[in-house]
């Protein structure tokens, strides 16, 4: 499909605002919303044009969640639970140098990464993901609970409007894509633990803007690593 | 609760500068809603918790992008909410067990004008009701429950295809009404 025309883009970011769409669609849409900002604003424009304070009278659920829910959001983010407040870790200019660090630590083969940043849960490094130099650049986290992982840069990885990096599970020599990662730290990509194959390999591959036209990957593996034991 | 949308809005800004305070107030000014959000589309239970966790979990990634000129923090994270919800739901491909449309709420879409008395009747509710409507309640099943096209199509007993054209062409109008 061609994501050129104008009308084509305004109805799928309203029928992705809306949910309609098939889930194949969707996915793809969120693939192509990673690198197109002018996409995503009009995804937002759609967004605040059904502003629910308008269905006011339909929207009247309202239900207190299970206080699980705040604590797992206070653990997957390594909050503090106490004031004075700190910046969180992904956002912290710290961690990042903390976490480069760690996985130069890592990448020689020294387990060093808890001691890094010793918050209530540290996240646990699933993956280290190196150029072929050898040289670290992105890393893939679980979370505490081991529903998510996230995968984002731990240096500027430079990349022009044209193309974008896939992330693929590789697992008996068999690539599974698993989504189109931005080039920035603040975004990371969550995919779910169950699909990061435990003695397998994370790649990341150059690909067309919108992702891998086949489901495979079509350009070069710039950045691999092994999926650590866990 | 009623939240002041200048103070949401506040919360936003505190907590995309990384104050983790500002954030834990944001959470317990907005959850109630935001878990009814999504319980409303996913039923309650793991579904729905599990997409609250993770919006919120964006929220604080993500809250430096909240643009007040271009809507109402309530309506950003409502979004953003109905998005993960949808994702988790499309994910596991099947709804929960028992969760259906209150035959009430079909009901109130059936005649939405009574429910918008009074003068100042809001913009989206306006460009709705000038909506067919079948068409309206394909569109509002869709938003607030999350109905898919093929369970729009069987709730409203016509085809996959033209549930489809429906939704297309009420977003369109819909776009034309707001935008005027």
Redesign the interface.
């Known amino acids: 499909m061609r994501y050129d025309s104008p009308e084509l883009r305004e109805q799928l970011a309203a029928e992705y605002m809306l949910g309609t769409m098939p889930v194949l669609v969707r996915r793809r849409f969120e693939r192509l919303l990673v690198s197109d900002a002018e996409l995503r604003r009009a995804v937002e424009d759609w967004n605040a044009r059904f502003d629910p304070i308008d269905l006011d009278d339909l929207v009247d659920v309202e239900e207190e969640p299970p206080a699980r829910v705040w604590r797992t959001v206070e653990q997957r983010l390594a909050l503090p639970r106490e004031p004075p407040p700190r910046p969180g870790w992904l956002s912290s200019l710290a961690f990042w140098r903390g976490a480069t660090f760690a996985a130069a630590a890592l990448a020689a083969g020294v387990i060093l990464f808890v001691a890094v940043r010793p918050s209530p849960t540290p996240p646990n490094v699933v993956a280290i993901l190196s150029d072929d130099k050898g040289d670290p650049a992105w890393i893939a986290l679980g979370t505490a609970h081991g529903g998510d992982v996230d995968v984002a840069p731990i240096r500027s990885v430079a990349i022009d409007a044209a193309h974008a990096f896939e992330l693929w599970a590789i697992k008996d020599g068999k690539p599974h894509p698993l989504g189109l990662l931005a080039p920035q730290p603040g975004r990371p990509l969550t995919v779910e633990a169950s699909v990061v194959p435990a003695d397998g390999v994370l790649a990341i591959s150059l690909e067309p803007s919108g992702g891998s036209p086949t489901g495979l990957p079509t350009g070069p593996v710039q950045y691999k690593g092994a999926v650590l034991p866990r | 609760?009623n939240q002041s949308p200048l103070v949401l809005q506040e919360l936003l800004r505190k907590t995309a500068?990384?104050?983790?305070?500002?954030?834990?107030l944001l959470?317990k000014q907005t959850?109630?809603?935001l878990?009814?959000?999504a319980?409303?589309i996913a039923g309650r239970g793991e579904v729905?918790?599990?997409a609250?966790?993770?919006s919120?979990?964006l929220v604080?990634?993500?809250a430096?992008e909240y643009?007040p000129m271009?809507?109402?923090a309530?309506?950003?994270l409502?979004?953003i909410v109905?998005?993960c919800t949808?994702?988790r739901l499309?994910?596991r491909?099947t709804r929960p067990e028992g969760h259906a449309v209150p035959e009430e709420?079909l009901a109130?879409?059936a005649a939405p004008e009574s429910?918008?008395v009074g003068a100042e009747m809001?913009?989206?509710?306006r460009c709705l009701d000038e909506l067919e409507e079948q068409p309206r309640r394909a569109?509002?099943l869709?938003?607030?429950y999350?109905?898919?096209?093929e369970e729009?199509a069987s709730q409203l007993a016509v085809p996959v295809g033209t549930v489809k054209s429906w939704?297309?062409r009420s977003?369109?109008r819909?776009?034309r009404c707001?935008?005027q």
């Open positions: 609760m500068a990384g104050d983790s305070a500002a954030f834990s959470y959850a109630g809603k878990f009814g959000v319980v409303r729905a918790e599990d609250l966790q993770e919120f979990v604080w990634r993500r430096a643009d271009r809507g109402g309530m309506s950003w409502i979004a109905r998005n949808i994702d499309r994910r491909g709420a109130r879409l429910a918008s809001r913009a989206l509710r569109v509002v869709a938003y607030m999350g109905l898919t096209r729009l939704i297309r977003l369109d819909l776009r707001l935008d």
